[in-house]
């Protein structure tokens, strides 16, 4: 399944949708500006919540908390060693981590399973420059994978944003 996601989405703050390709709305994100780091609440068509991504503040590099049903679910964290590009790793129970690598800060990039494509984000199926799209391969878990893509949109462009203000 192919979503469409707006580029840089979040300014503090934001809501957006999260489209698929042929640009119905599949996911509702509610953005939460909190003291203590930023929440958002993914949300199924029907408004039921089928995620929350919360940030922790005291950590080195970053870290995100996905969680489902008020219980942890993975864990999303910025690489401190990766001095040419944005690296992540996508935590979660049992040996079924995820990798992100490629260029992030252009929405050009994979997520991997053991060297395995899980997905594809990238620009180049659109004309329009501000969005990118989150290619999901079959099987794999939809909400994981795009809360990992606005997590990495929101790290790797955070500095910008706090600019922007």
Not at 29 to 50: A, H, P, T, Y
Not at 61 to 89: M, N, Q
Request: hydrophobic content about 35%; overall charge negative.
């Amino acid at each position: 399944m192919r979503y469409v996601m707006r580029q840089k989405l979040l300014s503090l703050g934001d809501d957006f949708t999260i489209k698929d390709d042929e640009g119905r709305d599949v996911f509702y994100v509610d953005g939460k500006v909190l003291s203590l780091g930023d929440k958002l609440i993914f949300k199924d068509g029907q408004g039921n919540e089928v995620a929350r991504v919360t940030e922790r503040l005291l950590s080195i590099g970053g870290t995100w908390e996905v969680s489902r049903d008020g219980r942890p679910y993975a864990t999303v964290k910025k690489s401190l060693f990766s001095i040419l590009h944005c690296k992540f790793t996508v935590d979660v129970p049992g040996p079924d981590d995820l990798e992100a690598r490629g260029n992030l800060l252009d929405h050009e990039y994979t997520l991997t399973r053991d060297g395995q494509v899980v997905a594809e984000v990238s620009k180049k199926w659109f004309s329009w420059t501000d969005s990118y799209g989150v290619e999901v391969a079959e099987g794999e878990d939809d909400v994981l994978i795009l809360a990992c893509a606005v997590v990495i949109d929101m790290a790797c462009h955070k500095d910008e944003k706090d600019h922007d203000h």
